[in-house]
């Protein structure tokens, strides 16, 4: 259920941009990103460093096209958002807080978040999540930079990398407990 609410609003995204305008896919996308921090706010979970991002990635970019450039291509538009994506995980690289970690701490015990293994799981996983970031965005610059590749391409590497960190992120906290023992079992989201 947690890896569907993290990626509700990139769904709602993706499949609006399909059907409607860049505008009102981005300003959707980002009710859908209120809608996510306000389930957590009601189940007494924290805002999350991704959802906040998210909500000022969708909503910035929706007030440019809105107020300066109306005529900004879809393929920009989807490039726009990977890239504020991928910056608001290497932010939190950056600053030692993977953006996992705020997911990981509600699913596990204290006594498993000290484990040495945990911290390293939670990168790994923000890793993964920021390679896929990166290879969205490769998937957007060739539907832009190669004019005789279809449009879905762009869609097929999105989809297989969000789905490929996704699937490493309920993979590998398994593997890591088939391993080393019990820790970090159930340590991210998705995981149970």
């Known amino acids: 259920m947690t890896v569907f609410l993290i990626l509700?609003?990139?769904?709602?995204?993706?499949?609006?941009?399909?059907?409607?305008s860049a505008e009102i896919s981005l300003f959707a996308s980002a009710a859908v990103c209120l809608a996510v921090i306000g389930i957590d706010?009601?189940?007494?979970?924290?805002?999350?460093?991704?959802g906040a991002g998210c909500v000022i990635v969708f909503a910035g970019l929706g007030a440019y096209i809105w107020l300066v450039d109306p005529n900004l291509s879809h393929s920009a538009v989807k490039l726009m958002v990977d890239i504020g994506v991928l910056a608001i995980s290497l932010a939190s690289l950056i600053i030692r807080k993977p953006f996992i970690l705020q997911y990981a701490l509600e699913k596990v015990d204290a006594e498993t978040a000290k484990?040495?293994?945990?911290?390293?799981?939670?990168?790994?996983?923000?890793?993964?999540?920021?390679?896929?970031?990166?290879?969205?965005?490769?998937g957007n610059l060739l539907t832009i930079y190669v004019p005789g590749l279809p449009i879905w391409s762009g869609l097929v590497i999105a989809f297989a990398?969000?789905?490929?960190?996704?699937?490493?992120?309920?993979?590998?906290p398994q593997y890591r407990k088939a391993k080393y023992g019990a820790?970090?079992?159930?340590?991210l989201p998705g995981t149970h």
């Open 8 to 20: 509700a609003p990139f769904g709602s995204f993706a499949l609006l941009m399909l059907v409607t």
């Open 41 to 50: 706010v009601y189940r007494g979970r924290s805002i999350k460093m991704l």
């Open 115 to 138: 484990q040495p293994g945990f911290k390293k799981a939670i990168y790994l996983i923000t890793w993964a999540w920021t390679g896929a970031f990166v290879l969205m965005i490769a």
């Open 183 to 187: 820790a970090p079992a159930n340590a």
């Open 161 to 172: 990398a969000r789905n490929g960190a996704a699937f490493f992120t309920t993979w590998y």
